[in-house]
């Protein structure tokens, strides 16, 4: 076959994606700059969830930070091996930085909105607004996230059988930056790394201890009977944490350490620290205050933190059920579904947690489901790199009592050479590099230019 007629064939063989969240989006862009047609099946906003606001794809609907984006941080390199690869999401997200140190956090507008153009405006990319009632025959990746509907759970679970495990994911609120008391509150980031770009709210011991008591005793939204909360040690409430000791917080996201009150120079007993969440600086997200307190609740208790007395909450916090499947038991490290080889899982229904993690799923699916369509060899990503030790993780068929991961640096195996601390950290990211340019290499994963109809811009 020539290639002219291969590049013909593949265009006529589409592949559906089922969800247009950070994964689908990912994957049907794979597809796509590979010159494969995608259906891209998006139920918003024809019926929305719990926790989206808007019909974009890839909507932030917790955090607008992709976490760090150093060496230091294994989801750091996670990042810099999706750029490697042709990450639509990275790319996004990389034009619609905001201001957050070492972290990178965009403006979750400007981000989803580039992302939802770019696939709207691809050749190879049919939009369906419509809900996905049932799994789709043929080729398909499902990447429909936390908020899978009730209807296609149940198919999924007719195909899987009765072990969906699943746990709540809890939402941070957003205040308006304006509404903030700059007499009380003080702008620095720990340590002085990044400048000024966290607003902390300080804390006396007393203050301190009033707060806790009263989002301990505060009145919570009730779970339904039968539903047992599983909670990700990563998105706590922090209620949950409260509950767990007095001084539960002040160790964790209230903790005060490399921060310096610079009205009286000292150290405050406790912070809260606010991130800014949109590219003019007009909201903050409160870093680590998920919550499932009810909505009064929150504006009388939260309203208690010195500086936010008069806060205006743009976004009140939320709970939802987040359900993903047993992947040791189902998911090969293709991604595939042991059950039937035309069907990739991708996304944190997968078992991976965190917006970037969910998004390299997504890629690796897409890139899988183009190499099915095209004849070629389905590829794993190396163990020494981000992405592969991840996937290794949650497709470990040794696996018992399967809860979510993010990237770390604890996945990967240990270095041939001593090291300690930030200089282990490097030598692994930097070998993790090096791995995912000879696995890109000698894979040929970049698809040749005649592939892709042309190059979007984002």
């Not at 941080?73 to 091996?81: D, Q, R, S, Y």
């Not at 767990?244 to 610079?262: D, H, K, Q, S, Y």
């Not at 990739?344 to 991976?352: E, P, S, T």
């Amino acid at each position: 076959m020539s290639d002219s007629s291969r590049l013909q064939a593949f265009r006529e063989s589409q592949v559906t994606v089922v969800g247009a969240g950070l994964a689908g989006s990912e994957a049907a862009y794979q597809l796509a700059r590979r010159g494969i047609a995608v259906r891209l099946v998006e139920m918003r906003p024809v019926k929305m969830t719990e926790a989206h606001r808007t019909a974009d794809f890839a909507e932030l609907v917790c955090s607008n930070s992709l976490r760090n984006d150093s060496m230091e941080t294994a989801v750091g390199v996670l990042k810099e091996e999706m750029r490697r690869l042709g990450s639509l999401v990275i790319a996004a997200a990389d034009r619609a930085r905001v201001p957050a140190g070492s972290a990178l956090a965009v403006d979750r507008n400007d981000f989803s909105r580039a992302i939802t153009a770019a696939l709207e405006q691809h050749p190879m990319v049919e939009i369906s607004r419509a809900e996905a009632s049932e799994i789709p025959a043929g080729l398909t990746i499902l990447a429909t996230g936390p908020l899978t509907s009730p209807a296609l759970g149940e198919s999924l679970n007719l195909l899987i059988g009765p072990r969906n495990l699943y746990f709540y994911d809890a939402i941070a609120p957003i205040v308006a930056a304006d509404s903030i008391d700059m007499d009380v509150a003080f702008k620095a980031s720990r340590y002085g790394k990044g400048g000024d770009d966290y607003i902390n709210c300080p804390m006396t011991a007393v203050q301190y201890e009033a707060f806790v008591a009263a989002v301990v005793a505060a009145e919570k939204i009730e779970l339904h009977p039968f539903e047992k909360p599983v909670y990700f040690e990563g998105c706590m409430p922090i209620e949950e944490m409260a509950r767990r000791g007095p001084m539960t917080l002040a160790f964790g996201p209230m903790r005060p350490v490399g921060l310096t009150e610079p009205r009286g120079g000292r150290r405050p007993f406790a912070v809260v620290q606010l991130r800014q969440d949109d590219a003019t600086g007009r909201l903050y997200n409160m870093v680590g205050f998920q919550t499932k307190m009810t909505y009064p609740e929150q504006r009388r208790v939260l309203r208690m933190i010195p500086g936010l007395e008069k806060a205006e909450f743009v976004r009140l916090g939320s709970i939802h059920r987040n359900t993903f499947v047993d992947s040791p038991r189902l998911i090969r490290p293709t991604l595939q579904l042991k059950a039937r080889d035309d069907l990739f899982l991708a996304g944190q229904m997968v078992g991976v947690e965190g917006y970037v993690e969910s998004a390299a799923a997504g890629l690796l699916a897409g890139i899988n489901a183009a190499n099915l369509v095209m004849n070629r060899e389905l590829i794993v990503p190396p163990r020494e790199t981000a992405v592969g030790s991840l996937v290794a993780y949650i497709t470990d068929p040794t696996r018992r009592d399967f809860q979510p991961m993010n990237a770390n640096y604890g996945l990967m195996p240990d270095l041939k050479i001593r090291a300690r601390g930030r200089q282990k950290k490097i030598e692994m990211g930097t070998r993790a590099l090096a791995a995912i340019d000879g696995w890109i290499e000698r894979n040929q994963i970049e698809p040749p230019a005649a592939m892709a109809p042309r190059a979007l811009q984002l």
